[in-house]
């Protein structure tokens, strides 16, 4: 059982979620679904961490527009905000005699805008409120294209890379010769406050072909450090 960093009256909550992390990869090394992920991970979450309170798709308003966190975590007056993804290619798996039937969701350069608009999402939310402390960004993908650079260059995604090792930070924005269609829903720039620097961490492996690993990266946001003192680029 991990130890809960609580402090009164200051930055408070400390989730150690790389630790979450490694202990849910050895119970559950695949997911059906984003929705089993979502489970799964809270489930971890409060077997851990038993004196807080782990909600699923909490709803939270922002002038008239409603934010659906997929994962609230509350210790007192305090709350920590989690969103995931989960991106996949296409995999047959039978682990522990269950069956997996992964799809491939393909549409990378939405899944790499898709995430980092999360991140966005947790940065509003912490601004917003002082009750939120800090936040997570999880996306577990067996998808290659996410944390390898990109071979090519000028692509319509380029500012929304998340390969291993880069930064994102600032303003990210489509490139000019990107279709209409592409962009649908998406047309936006996405502007971040804090500094992130990407790393991709392993988290199980079935064979040595393109969709037999997958992987992890995690952006964690903190109140204090984004919007009163210097943000963190580690």
């Not at 409060?46 to 004196?51: L, T």
């Not at 909490?58 to 609230?72: E, T």
């Not at 790499?112 to 800090?134: A, T």
């Not at 960004?137 to 390969?163: G, H, Q």
Request: aromatic fraction near 12%; charged fraction near 30%.
């Amino acid at each position: 059982m991990a130890e809960l960093n609580l402090t009164k009256g200051a930055i408070s909550i400390k989730l150690d979620m790389n630790l979450i992390m490694t202990k849910l990869k050895s119970k559950r090394q695949i997911f059906h679904s984003e929705a089993d992920f979502q489970f799964a991970l809270a489930w971890e979450i409060q077997r851990e961490y038993p004196d807080v309170e782990v909600r699923l798709e909490y709803a939270y308003k922002i002038d008239d527009k409603v934010y659906h966190i997929d994962m609230l975590v509350i210790c007192e007056d305090q709350y920590i905000p989690i969103e995931l993804k989960y991106k996949t290619l296409k995999k047959n798996v039978i682990f522990d005699a269950e069956e997996f039937h992964l799809k491939n969701h393909g549409a990378q350069d939405l899944g790499k805008y898709d995430v980092l608009k999360d991140v966005f999402r947790v940065e509003n939310v912490l601004h917003d409120h002082d009750k939120f402390v800090n936040g997570h960004v999880i996306m577990l993908t067996n998808d290659p294209s996410y944390w390898k650079k990109d071979s090519r260059e000028n692509t319509c995604c380029a500012e929304f890379s998340i390969a291993d090792g880069g930064v994102v930070t600032g303003s990210m924005a489509w490139a000019e010769h990107t279709g209409v269609g592409t962009m649908k829903n998406r047309e936006e720039p996405i502007v971040l406050t804090g500094s992130y620097k990407l790393k991709w961490h392993d988290y199980s492996k079935f064979d040595d072909k393109r969709n037999g690993q997958f992987k992890y990266l995690m952006f964690e946001s903190e109140r204090d450090d984004l919007f009163f003192n210097t943000p963190k680029t580690e």
